[in-house]
């Protein structure tokens, strides 16, 4: 490998000034992933805490492995639109029974959990990356289904996300759904199309319309529990294949369900010890000038984030 040799000069004015205006976007950044942290706000979040549930991010670091990382994809989805930064859904990849796999969590502190356009676009690049590399799909469902006033631009693509389950599963991909509140409407056809579905006592409900729903339609009368709840799902539907006392040992199920997969990730693991670059990381925020019209040596980025500042370039005449 051949060494970058960086001749960046940090002491420099121009340095500073593009080093103060990243800082500044940096600090924009971070209060957008603020918002995204909050969920649906304290209101909601207060109102879920008070129903003996744990939040989204709350369940994600029950399920991983203890003090491995979550990388979250997506995490400011939605960002300039209408719907809150983050389209309702958690998503990242997590170690789970020393098993990479897909995770991805409603939140239901955001209008139910309810799916809007953006939380699409967000789920369908999660499955296309979970078919890509093979990585088993843990879903932790709390949904209301489909945003309603936005249905004409959900229905679509919400069907795409079904199918994704379907595609999973036929190459042989396993897909999990941990059903820890009302999943309804679309909300429904996760576990519906999941190949293991875990359902907790008294908290889990399945179904495609609610009591309400069933008494305009049909005037029968009906209650969550026979409809769609933990207990008729168990034992008389047979969608729920393990039946959960709480949210605790519901995710304890899910990790053993990944533990018995017994799987292996597609491709070879990393055959190199790693090397911190030659060049200080922290030296990046200097190098874009706040101007874009204003060209950089895009090598001085590289030799702060290669090992080693290594680096064969290809075609470095062309």
Known sequence: MTALRSTLDITGDDFTRASAAMTEKLGELSAEFDKVLAGGGEKYVERHRKRGKMLARERIEMLIDPDTAFLELCPLAAHGSQFPVGASVVMGIGVVEGVECLIV??????????????????????????????????????????????QKEVFIPGGRMFRDLTRLSAAGIPTVALVFGNSTAGGAYVPGLSDHVVMIEKQSKVFLGGPPLVKMATGEESDDESLGGAQMHARTSGLADYYAADEQDCI????????????????????????EPRYNAE?????????????FNPREVIARIVDDSDFDEFKAEY
Do not use: Q
Not at 105 to 133: H, Q
Not at 138 to 149: F, H, T, W
Not at 252 to 275: D, F, M, S, T
């Open 105 to 150: 969590a409603n939140d239901p502190t955001v209008k139910g959990g309810t799916s809007n356009p953006w939380t699409l676009r967000k789920i369908l690049r999660g499955n296309d990356i979970a078919l890509e590399n093979r990585l088993p799909v843990v879903s932790l469902v709390e949904s209301g289904g489909a945003d309603l006033p936005t």
């Open 252 to 275: 304890r199920i899910g990790r053993r369900i990944v533990a018995r997969l017994n799987w292996r990730k597609k491709g070879p693991g990393p055959v190199a010890p790693i090397l």
């Open 283 to 295: 030296e990046l925020t200097g190098i874009v000038p706040p101007d874009l019209k204003i060209p």
